[in-house]
C-alpha cells in the first residue's frame, strides 16, 4: 500500500467557514491547540453526521471521558489509551493516543491480564449486575421533578422543617440530570472494550488462518441473530398483524398520520380497544428506540413522535394483507451462522486450530449480547429520556423568557444551562427579573444561524499527517478506516462514477437511489428504492424491509447498517466517504455488497 | 462399454479404472476415471495402457501403431463414437499423453508429452497414438529424465482418448487460493475457446474468487481475451483465431456457471480429501465437463512443512487469554 502520497489538511490549516469567524460556544478543550498538527484525525461522521449543537457536544464529552478511562485507568489496556476530541467548524475529530514504548506495554499487559480476566471470568454475573445498575439509572431519571418554583412554597417546607427551597433543587437536579448522562456512558463502556477485544481476536485469527476471509464473513459467523434492536421492529409487525386479524386494518390508511390513526381507532369497538391496549404495552419498554442513534437532541423515540413507527405499520399492514410474510428469516439466519462456522472450522489444518478457533467463537458468543444490546439500553433509551429530561428544563427557562422555545436550550453547553439556571434561582429568590432573557435570546440566534452555515461545510475526512500504522484493528470494524479508504477518501470527489466503501452485505442489484441526510426523511423512501446516507440507526430497520440495498458515507463490518442489511439479506455498502455528496436522488445506481463499489449508471431524469 | 479378451490388457475405458490404476494407465487417464466413479461429469472415453506401451511402441516419431492394435483402438473410437457398426465415423476427440510418472511427484513434468485435440477418423486417431509414445522421447522428456535419474527404459506412458468437449470457455480452477493458500476460496482462471490459451499462459484470463463456504464471489476480473483456440473448421485440429472485438471484454462465465464449478470443485476437493488443481471446460449448451484434476502441490508442501513446525495457534487454558495475546502484541 503506497502511503506516502496521501495528504490530509493540517488540523491548524482549516479555515472557519465563511461568517463564523466570531463563532465562540464549543468548551476550549475541544479547540485546535498545540501539537494537534503533529497528530492524525479524522471525522467522527459515523456518530456526528452533523454540526454539534452546543448542548449535544455531551454526547462527545461523555463517551470519551468514558471509553479512555475504561482503557487507559480501569483495564488498562496495552497498547491505547484514550481518545482525544477536537470540534472544528462543529464536527467532531477524534484521534486515538496509543502506547509504543514496549516495557510500558508489558507493565500494562500485566494489569490488563488480571483485570480484564476477571471480567471475562464472572462476564454473567457482572453483565446481570449491568442490567440492574442501568434499569435504576432509568428510574432515577424518570424520577427527576424539575421543581416549578412557585410563588410561595409549600407548607410542608416549614410542616417538615426541610430547610430547603425549591430553587436549591432546581440546579441540583439538574446537575442529577446531566450526571445520569455522564454515569449511562460510564456503564456503557464498561464491558465494550473487552468485548470488540474478543470480536477482533477472532478476527485476526480468522485472517491468518484465511487470508482472503472477508470482514462480512467473520461477523456473521460472531453475530447474533436475535438482538434487543430488532425488537421494536418486531413489535411493530406484530401490532400490524394485530391489526388485520381484530379487523381494524381500515385504520391504517396511507398518508395518515399517528394521532388521525389512533383517534379513529379509539372511535371504534372493543376489537380496536384490545389493538390500542396491545400497542401502550409495546410502547414501554420497545417505543424508547431513537430515531436516530442518541447522539443529538433531535433523535426524538418512538415514543416522542409517533410518525416514523406508524408510517412503517401503514406499510405492514398493507404487506399482512397481500399475505406477504413480515417474519425475518430467523432460523434460516441461525442455521446458515452455524453451517459457515463449522464448515470453516472444518478446514483448519489441525485439532489445536480447531480448539482456538472453538474457544475464540465461543468467547465471541458470550459477549455479543452485550455487544448488541447494551445500544438499546444507552444510546437509545437513557440518552433520549436524558434529552427529553433536559427538555423540561427548557421549558422552564422559556417560560421565565429565557427562550422563545423550549428547544433552544439546546443551544447552550450544559454549564451555560447550570448558569441560567441559578440566574433563574436567583431571580426567583430576590424577586427581580432574571438577566436571561436579555442575554440568551440574541446568543441562541447566532448559534442557530452559524450551525447552518456549519451544515453547508463539507469536512475533510481526515486531518494531519497520516500515521504509517493505520491498522488499529477498532477502526476498521467500527468505522471502516484502512489505509486503503483513507487514500480514497483524501481524493476529492470528482467524476469517477464509482464509489469504493466496505462491502456490508452481499448481493448485486441496481435500482434508483434516494439520498436521505435525516432521519426526518426516512418516511419519503419508497418501495424497492436503494437507501443512500450518512450513516444509518438501528431504529432505521423497518425502512429496510422496502428498499433494495443500503449504501452509507460511514461504517465499517460490525456497523448498524452492515447488521440490519445482512439480517434482511440486502446488498449493502458502508463507509464510501461521500456518497450522500455524490449520488443524487433519483439516479440509477449499482450497489455491489461484495466488492463494496457503488456505481452511478445514469443521471437523474431532469424535473 | 467394457474391453473384451486380451484387449483389456491394451485398452481400458475410463468406467473401469480408479486412481490406483496410476501405474498401468498413467497418472492423467487414472485420474479422469476415479472423477467418473465420484460422479463428476468427465467426457466419456478409453486408455491406451502402458502395457500396450512397452508392447508396441516405437522411439521413432515416424513409426506407425502396429495393426494388431490400431484395430482394437480403432473398434473403441467406433464405439466412444456411438457407432455399432462398421460405418465410418469422424467425432473429434482428445488424445492426450497419460505418462505413468506424470503428475505425480514432480508436477513440472506435466506438458512435457504430448497433447492432440479435435482428432477425427480412425486413422487420425491411431496417428496421434503414436506420436504421444514418440514423445517421450523427445529431447526434452530424455534430458528432463536424465536429470532425474529415470531411465528411458524405466519410462512408459498411457494414452488417454476422450471425447471432445466443444469449449465456449474453458480454463483452470484452484480450490485454494495461488496466491495466498488460502484454503476458503476457489480461484477460477477462465477464457474463450479451448483452455489450452489460459494454461500456455496466451492470454490474461477473466480470474474469479469465490468464497467456498458461502459461495459469495468476492472479486470478478473481466480481462481483454484478444486470441482463443478453437478447432479447425477444415477438419481436424486446432488454431489460433482473434476473438471478435465485441467479445474481447465480455465474461467468459455468468453467474451460473462460477456457481456450478465452485460446486464440482468442491466435489472434487471432498473427494480426495486435498486441494486440486482443474482443467475444465464449458459447452455451448452451458455443460460443464472436467478434463483433469490433480493435487494442488505448492501450498499443501508449505502446509506440511509448516505443521512440523507450529500451529498458527495452540488453545490456551482460558479462552480469553487469546485476548490478552492480541492485545499485548503490536504489531510494527
Known sequence: METKSITFPLPSEVEPVAGTENAQFYPYFTKVGKGDDERFWFYNGMHFPEPMPAFDTITAEAPYMSLGAYNTRVFAVPTVLGIDHR?????????????FDPAEIERRLALFQ???????????????????????LLADIAAIDVPQLPEFEDASVVTDGTGIAQNFYLVERFHTCVESMLKMWQYHFEFLVLGYGAYLTFFEFCKKAFPEISVQTMARMVAGVDTLMMRPDDELKKLAHLAVENGVDSAFVSGRSANEILADLKSRNGKAHAWLDAFEKAREPWFNISTGDGFYHHHRNW?????LPFSAMVDYVADVKRGKSLSRPTERLKEERLRISAEYRALLPSDDERAVFDQMLGLCHLVFPYVEDHKFYCENWIATA??????EFGALLARHGFFADAEDVFQLHHTEVSLALSDLALSWASGSPPRGPEHWPPIVAERKRVLAAYAEWTPPPALGPMPADISDPLLLMLWGITAEQLTSWSQPPGDSNELRG???????????????????????IKDGEILVCPVTAPSWAPVFGKIKAAVSDIGGAMSHAAIVAREYGLPAVVGTGHATKRIVTGQLVRVDGTSGIVTILSEAPSS | ?????????????????????????????ASLGELRRAGIDVPPGFVVTASAFRRFASRDAGASVPAELAEAVARAYRTLCGSDDSAVVDEPVAVRSSATDEDGADASFAGLQDTYLWVRGEAAVAGALARCWASLYNDEAISYRARLGISDDAAAMGVVV???????????????SPLTGDPSVIAISSSFGLGSTVVGGEVTPDEFLVDKVTGVVRRTTISRKEIRHVPNESGSGTREEAVPEDLQTQPTLDATAVARLVEIGRAIEKHYGCAQDIEWALDASGDIFILQSRPETVWSGRDRENARKAALESPKEKPFDHVFSFFGNRKT
Open chain 2, 162 to 176: 476422450q471425447r471432445m468437449v466443444n469449449a465456449h470457455a474453458a480454463g483452470v480452477m484452484f480450490t485454494r
Open chain 1, 303 to 307: 415514543n416522542d413522535d409517533l410518525s
Open chain 1, 502 to 524: 466496505f462491502g456490508a452485505s452481499a448481493g448485486v442489484v441496481e435500482g434508483i437511489a434516494h439520498v436521505v441526510r435525516s432521519v426526518d426523511e426516512i418516511s419519503t
Open chain 2, 1 to 29: 462399454m467394457s474391453a473384451s479378451g486380451r484387449e483389456s490388457e491394451f485398452l481400458l475405458w475410463f468406467d473401469e479404472i480408479g486412481i490406483d490404476d496410476r501405474a498401468s494407465v498413467g497418472g492423467k487417464g
Open chain 1, 114 to 136: 488480571e483485570r480484564a480476566g476477571y471480567y471475562f471470568s464472572n462476564w454473567d454475573r457482572l453483565y446481570a449486575q449491568w442490567s440492574e445498575k442501568v434499569n435504576a
Open chain 1, 87 to 99: 470540534i472544528i467548524n462543529g464536527r467532531v475529530y477524534i484521534s486515538a493516543v496509543p502506547v
Open chain 1, 386 to 391: 436524558f434529552f427529553n429530561k433536559s427538555r
